[in-house]
């Protein structure tokens, strides 16, 4: 057999490597995050956890990270034993990390500040956590993009890393097209790169969602499957309306979310933002 020059085989190489910097079908963490409801019982979490979805949403990704090396992220209850997942989303809710309000849940900012403060009590003051998105958050925070970039929560998700996603809910004006702000959600990201078949997707993401608002399908035993599937699809023109700030904001280059459960008489969602956490080892 004839053996291919140098150059060839590197050229072969390069071109077996995403360009993206990322796989176009990651898998890894789907099946090993948890996935913790917000309104189970044995959680007990205050007002049943109603507005518990982004400190619920976060713990997922903790005790995931938890699992990988960075035991440290789950504080001791004593001596002998570490706190429950449930403990965790509790302790993370609390004024002095992300001030959960019973009332209007846990926005991008308070997340944002809460785990980080959370971070450095666990002893990781250099994990790296940014967001993107159109929501007023720190300085410091933000990452270079106004609209969360499809292809930066991919790469923020593989590895030693958590990705977070904020959704809206909306109502949808055609004669205007104005997107009504009716509230928000965070789920947990566990993949991204194939359909519920088991096709490839680039614009399918796994998520793991704390609400318990989906409701089984004819015949279905299971009502919460492991992982919900759901689709991005590109908006091209409107606006984002309500009443928290900075609204009104221009709705093209965001992405309607597909798959989700909706809230309330809710119509569509779309995804306002996402937080990327990467951790690595203490040295």
């Not at 898998?27 to 913790?36: C, E, G, I, M, Q």
């Not at 007002?47 to 992220?73: E, F, K, T």
Request: glycine share 8%; charged share 25%; with cysteine.
């Amino acid at each position: 057999m004839r053996k291919l020059p140098l150059l060839c085989l590197l050229a072969l190489a390069l071109a077996s490597v995403p360009a993206h910097g990322y796989p176009p079908v990651y898998l890894d963490k789907a099946d090993s995050t948890p996935d913790l409801t917000q309104t189970d019982t044995r959680a007990r979490l205050p007002a049943r956890g109603m507005a518990y979805c982004a400190p619920v949403a976060v713990s997922n990704s903790l005790v995931w990270l938890a699992h990988q090396g960075y035991d440290d992220l789950i504080p001791p209850l004593d001596d002998r034993q570490k706190m429950t997942q449930s403990q965790l989303a509790s302790l993370l809710a609390l004024e002095k990390y992300m001030n959960t309000s019973l009332k209007h849940g846990t926005g991008p900012a308070e997340l944002l500040l809460g785990l980080t403060k959370f971070l450095k009590d666990r002893g990781y003051p250099d994990a790296s956590v940014a967001y993107e998105g159109w929501r007023s958050v720190p300085e410091g925070f933000s990452g270079s993009k106004s609209r969360p970039e499809l292809s930066w929560i991919k790469e923020g998700l593989v590895g030693d890393s958590a990705v977070w996603l904020n959704v809206g809910w909306y109502k949808l004006d055609a004669e205007t097209d104005t997107y009504q702000r009716q509230g928000g959600h965070w789920v947990t990201l566990v993949g991204y790169g194939q359909d519920e078949a088991g096709k490839p997707d680039s614009n399918v993401l796994l998520v793991h969602d704390p609400a318990t608002r989906r409701r089984p399908k004819k015949g279905e035993d299971n009502p919460r499957p492991p992982n919900e599937f759901t689709r991005l699809t590109p908006i091209r023109s409107g606006r984002l309306a309500g009443d928290i700030s900075p609204l009104p904001v221009d709705a093209a280059g965001l992405y309607r979310v597909e798959g989700l459960t909706l809230h309330g008489d809710s119509e569509l969602a779309i995804l306002d933002g996402a937080v990327v956490l990467r951790l690595a080892k203490k040295s």
